[in-house]
Every structure is written in structure tokens, then in C-alpha cells.
């Protein structure tokens, strides 16, 4: 007796499992899971790469602050960063500019002509930080409608089995509910992911070009003023303005006539 109830107890959970409510769906639901697979595989894929990528980034930022403005010169900095740091890349393209500035035939202010240059370095280095990040948030505003798809054709076919069938029989829409459940919430999945990865590395790269931005500013003021403006190197204090001398009186010589000494 509990034989058979163990073995019907298996046939019916073989009848109404995942693979056999994803055998029902048919070819729609294999490309609707597919591409929502894909989705999930390059999102994840995105997500890693792009914190490999700000972490060295970050990383370079500290070692610029902690040992580039202890050079003599901005090339003597820039010869100690990194080959494809992006820091050294904004070094080398004020240098540059700078370079050209004097090949000039038609008169430009060198303040201007320096931030143009500077600024257009600063713009494709976050241009490639943002690189996948439209890809994101496509996934995270089209995956729960995907899922959506494969919800409306499972609700459908459990329709056409209750039509065909003359009555809401349980094994008629168990099925194609199952199915249309399965595919809402691997849409959900996907697009839960996506837009947390979007947002996270939207902020870091927000904080890595506030870096930029602040370190462009310096290469140009060092630029400008030919090295005489430059950050404070870590570990030496600013010099600090001195409290002028107290003015003394005297007696004059001549007639007791008070003089300022």
C-alpha cells in the first residue's frame, strides 16, 4: 500500500516538475529561458569586469596621491606611473597640449587650450568606464517583461487545455501555470541583479571621476603657473602665514619725539 502511494507520489512530481513544465512550453519557452540565461551571464560577467577594472583605478589614485607630486616634474611623475594608467594618461595629454599650444598659428589662451585638452582626456577615460552599463540597465527594464512573455504563453496553453478538456481540471493547467510561474521569476532573477550591478557601479564611477577631475585640475594649475602651483606632497604641511610683528615704540633721540620701530 505505501509502495504505491510512494510511486504515485514520484509519478506525479515527474509530471509536474520543472523539466517537464519547461517540456510543455515548447520552443517559445527554451528561447525565453535562453535569452534570459544570456542576459544573466553577461550581467554578471559586466559586474565583475568593471569592478576589476575601478579597483585598479581606485588603486592607482592612492599611489598618485601618496608618491606623484614628490617628483620634480610632471614627466618624472608620469615616468613612474603605470604604462596604461589612466592617471598617467591625463598627465601625458596636458604635456601634450601644452607642446602644441606653442605650435599654434591662430592665437588661443593656453588656459583654455590646456582645459579643452584635459577634459576631453578626463571624458574618454569615463566613457570607457561606463562601457556595459546601458547594457545593465537593458536587462534590468526588459528581463521582467521577457519573463512576462513566457507568463502570458504558459497562462495561454493552461487556457486552451481547460477549453479542450471541458473542465478546469488540475492536470489540464498545472502544467502550463507552472511554467508561466517559472518563467515570471527567472525574468525577476535577471532584472533584480542588473539594476543593483547598474547603480553600484554607476556610484563608483561617480566618485572615480570626482579623482579625475580633482587631479586634472592640479596638472593644470601646475601646467599654468609652470610648476610654481602644486598640491601639498603627504607628509609635508602647507607653509602657514606668519603673525606680523608686534610694533614697538621708542623714545626719539630728538625731543622726545616717539618713533615705530
Known amino acids: 500500500m505505501s509502495t504505491t502511494i510512494l510511486a504515485a507520489g514520484a509519478s506525479a512530481a515527474d509530471n509536474f516538475g520543472f523539466m517537464n513544465a519547461m517540456k510543455q512550453g515548447g520552443p517559445v519557452t527554451w528561447t525565453t529561458a535562453a535569452i534570459l540565461t544570456i542576459f544573466l551571464f553577461f550581467t554578471l560577467y559586466i559586474l565583475f569586469t568593471k569592478l576589476f577594472e575601478q579597483q585598479k583605478i581606485i588603486n592607482q589614485g592612492r599611489r598618485v596621491r601618496a608618491t606623484f607630486w614628490n ?14 594608467s589612466a592617471y598617467k594618461q591625463i598627465v601625458d595629454d596636458g604635456i601634450e597640449a601644452q607642446e602644441q599650444h606653442s605650435r599654434l598659428t591662430d592665437p588661443v589662451e593656453a588656459h ?5 585638452a584635459l577634459s ?7 566613457s570607457q568606464l561606463g562601457g556595459g ?18 507568463t502570458v504563453l504558459g497562462i495561454y496553453r493552461a487556457l ?3 477549453g479542450q478538456a471541458g473542465q478546469a481540471s488540475i492536470d489540464k493547467v498545472a502544467g502550463p501555470v507552472g ?6 521569476a527567472f525574468g525577476l532573477v535577471v532584472a533584480v541583479p542588473a539594476v543593483l550591478a547598474f547603480n553600484f557601479l554607476q556610484r563608483r564611477n561617480k566618485a572615480i571621476a570626482e579623482h579625475l577631475s580633482a587631479f586634472s585640475t592640479d596638472v593644470l594649475g601646475y601646467l599654468a603657473s609652470n610648476g610654481a602651483v602644486r598640491p601639498a606632497a603627504p607628509g ?11 610694533a614697538t615704540t621708542t623714545a626719539g633721540q ?6 615705530r620701530v
Request: no cysteine; net charge positive; proline share 6%.
Open 236 to 246: 609635508k604641511k602647507a607653509p602657514t602665514a606668519t603673525a606680523p610683528k608686534p
Open 71 to 84: 617628483a620634480n616634474s610632471l614627466r618624472e611623475g608620469a615616468a613612474k606611473l603605470e604604462k596604461n
Open 120 to 126: 576631453r582626456s578626463e571624458a574618454a577615460i569615463n
Open 160 to 162: 486552451i487545455g481547460i
Open 112 to 116: 583654455d587650450w590646456l582645459h579643452g
Open 133 to 150: 552599463l546601458a547594457f545593465l540597465a537593458t536587462v534590468g527594464a526588459t528581463a521582467p517583461f521577457v519573463g512576462l512573455f513566457g
Open 179 to 184: 511554467e508561466s510561474l517559472i518563467m515570471t
Open 254 to 259: 630728538a625731543g622726545g619725539v616717539q618713533t
